[in-house]
Nanobody, 120 residues
Framework: QVQFVESGGGTVEPGGSLRLSCVVSSSIFSIGVMGWYRQAPGDQREWVASISTGHLTDYADSVKGRFVITRDNSKNTVYLRVNNLKPEDSGIYYC??????????????WGQGTQVTVSS
């Protein structure tokens, strides 16, 4: 069973930045498209960004221009640089594989996530 270990979250002021990391227990090259999702209290988990094995990226409209997703296949690690953070970006951030040409996660299992809190 694939395992995900997210880290890098924290509490920042509006306009701040963080770098989130996700270490995957299996080859992310084999998984294919990787992505980040987030969940705010009381809300459903939502897709944030995806990156293909060829480093093609896609973003939710709400984060486009502020977030940057990257991957290092040699380290089985996916990153999310979150810039110019807004209070509405607060939530728990998770990574997972992404079904090709969709925003649907590949795996039913999730890591513990990493908490991002944006507050003044």
């Amino acid at each position: 069973q694939v395992q995900f270990v997210e880290s890098g979250g924290g509490t920042v002021e509006p306009g701040g930045s963080l770098r989130l990391s996700c270490v995957v227990s299996s080859s992310i090259f084999s998984i294919g498209v990787m992505g980040w999702y987030r969940q705010a209290p009381g809300d459903q988990r939502e897709w944030v960004a995806s990156i293909s094995t060829g480093h093609l990226t896609d973003y939710a409209d709400s984060v486009k221009g502020r977030f940057v997703i990257t991957r290092d296949n040699s380290k089985n690690t996916v990153y999310l640089r979150v810039n110019n953070l807004k209070p509405e970006d607060s939530g728990i951030y998770y990574c997972n594989g992404v079904q090709r040409s969709t925003t649907t996660p590949v795996f039913d299992s999730w890591g513990q996530g990493t908490q991002v809190t944006v507050s003044s």
